[in-house]
């Protein structure tokens, strides 16, 4: 009996299903069955399923309680193959993918779906989408192929099997829910932010610091924009470039201090505010619709919500059911860690395997003992600074760890003369693509670290020296931060089968934090099974190697208390 089935929906209702063989293709006659959720409850035997798209289908099965072990999603893998062949930004759709093993003409990808809060995605895509069972078999066939011809056959399958665990993962987040209590939140904004003024206006709080920037000034000015705050500063003598808060607190100034409270209090307003918390929280929960995989790293980010971008305040809303803890795990120095297990520099590896802190190991190695300057090195030679002190730290630790800083001045230099680059499993930056995110500025280092985010997702700036450089800085972190984003999946699916057994349910993640909630006898299992995911995770991913990768754990009823 196979335990490898092929599910379609199909365009009139019912469900289309076949057993595959070790060709991927149909071991025996396709099925029509009337119910969706039946056919996949009726055959417990089928450890992986077969299909065009997750949350096409895997939603529904979660709302009528079925839940499943495994799954091959199709259209996730073939953005990871089509990156791998240097096609990034081709369609990716399964119709696509037919139409170009067939010669035909390729259909472009349907238009994004817009956020909506609490909605589930719908069962059946927009017209045009559709492929038969027969159709996507073909297709899917075809892919393990593509596999075989893959730099690294093993690795890309295994990167495939995690990205399509991570989607079964983000469906179940989704469908779960983060545990929010409504009363809290609006206990935190009144304490925050004061009365709420009617017809939408800016609350109390904010409309005071706003008068008390204006006064500052000597001229009424609205902080919320910021030509206006750039021009107050020039009228006063003072020339800035933005208002980012790093610029703004370099400058003496009575209004300094009331402008960088209103714009902290600004943001929780616009993004966590009374509004945000009427569309986002039902029943107790917080339901974001995170999506796997949604940058050219691999992390996730979330349609809406702003999960990944709660303020620590915020999460005092963040409790556990009564009787319920929260198990919050925080990865220690994460991609330090991962760049000693990719770049297998024998010196590094043996610093990140000990029980002891990364950056003091690494200190007392190279820098006479100071943790600040081996953590500035370290993210440097990861993040792309090599220049003032930059460069004299990147010496420093170049001497005493040769292969790791090698390794990413390999990767560099790949990005700069256009090359494709790939993450330690074969997940594939394109030669002129970024993540629309700024990795420096993200690990705090100075602004003269970052790659030059301008082109967002879309693409590094073009063809110029500066555009080369930039792409090379982000190649330079790529296969750093994208190797990590492999390791959380092979993670994630790792405690979801640990936690299967359990009354736990995952509640949250982003790439170096994951979040359980569990009845509170079971939080001791719990942080055991983060710990053997972790262990587990690191030797699916890398190998043997000496490199550990330990977790902060905290045991909460509120997610601020983990701090």
């Not at 071991?27 to 997750?54: F, H, I, K, Q």
């Not at 949604?294 to 305040?313: C, D, E, S």
């Not at 409790?319 to 991962?338: F, S, T």
């Amino acid at each position: 009996m196979a335990d490898r089935w092929a599910l379609a929906p199909a365009e009139d209702g019912g469900v289309e299903v076949a057993p595959l063989g070790p060709d991927g293709l149909p071991a025996g006659p396709v099925r029509r069955e009337g119910d969706l959720a039946e056919a996949v409850r009726s055959r417990p035997y089928v450890t992986r399923w077969v299909w065009r798209s997750t949350p096409e289908v895997y939603p529904t099965l979660l709302a009528t309680g079925v839940r499943v072990e495994r799954c091959y999603d199709i259209e996730d893998a073939e953005t990871l193959l089509l990156g791998h062949e240097g096609r990034h930004g081709e369609p990716r759709s399964a119709a696509a993918a037919l139409a170009r093993l067939r010669g035909g003409p390729v259909p472009p990808d349907p238009p994004p779906r817009p956020a909506a809060p609490g909605a589930q995605s719908p069962l059946f895509e927009p017209p045009g989408t559709h492929v038969p069972l027969e159709d996507l078999v073909t297709v899917y066939a075809e892919q393990q192929r593509r596999h075989d011809r893959a730099a690294h056959p093993d690795r890309m399958r295994l990167l495939t099997a995690a990205e399509s665990a991570g989607m079964l993962v983000a469906a179940e987040l989704n469908r779960t829910g983060v545990p929010w209590r409504a009363d809290v939140h609006r206990e935190v904004l009144h304490e925050l932010l004061g009365e709420r003024y009617a017809g939408g206006g800016e609350p109390r709080r904010l409309a005071e610091l706003a008068d008390e920037v204006s006064a500052a000034f000597g001229r009424r000015v609205r902080p919320d924009l910021a030509a206006e705050v750039i021009k107050a500063f020039a009228q006063a003598g003072i020339r800035m470039g933005s208002t980012r808060r790093w610029e703004i607190e370099r400058v003496d100034h009575p209004a300094v201090k009331p402008l960088l409270e209103y714009k902290r209090l600004y943001r929780i307003w616009v993004a966590h505010g009374w509004s945000w918390l009427q569309d986002w929280v039902r029943d107790g929960r917080f339901r974001p619709e995170f999506l796997a995989g949604g940058t050219v790293t691999g992390r996730w980010v979330t349609n809406g919500g702003g999960a990944l971008q709660i303020p620590k305040v915020i999460r005092r809303a963040v409790v556990a059911d009564p009787g319920w803890r929260l198990v919050v795990a925080d990865a220690d120095q994460m991609e330090p860690r991962v760049l000693a297990a990719i770049s297998r520099d024998p010196g590094l590896m043996e610093v990140a395997g000990r029980e002891s802190d990364l950056y003091q190991s690494v200190s007392d190695r190279a820098f006479s003992g100071d943790r600040d300057q081996a953590k500035i090195a370290v993210l440097g030679a990861i993040y792309g600074q090599t220049s003032g002190d930059g460069l004299k730290n990147l010496a420093a630790l170049r001497r005493r760890f040769p292969r790791a800083v090698a390794y990413v001045d390999e990767a560099a230099r790949a990005g700069e003369e256009g090359r494709l680059v790939r993450t330690w499993l074969g997940r594939t930056c394109p030669p002129a693509a970024g993540s629309g995110q700024d990795p420096a500025e993200e690990a705090g280092l100075p602004q003269d670290a970052s790659p030059d985010a301008a082109g967002g997702r879309e693409g590094l700036p073009g063809h110029t020296s500066t555009g080369a450089r930039a792409r090379g800085r982000f190649a330079r972190n790529f296969v750093v931060q994208g190797s990590a984003a492999d390791w959380a999946l092979l993670l994630l699916a790792a405690l979801r089968r640990a936690c299967a057994d359990l009354a736990a349910e995952l509640v949250f993640f982003q790439h170096d934090e994951v979040i359980v909630h569990c009845p509170a006898e079971e939080a001791d299992a719990v942080v055991a099974a983060i710990r053997e995911a972790a262990a587990l995770a690191a030797r699916l991913t890398f190998g043997q190697t000496p490199v550990r990768f330990p977790f902060t754990t905290a045991v909460v009823e509120c997610y601020a208390d983990a701090e």
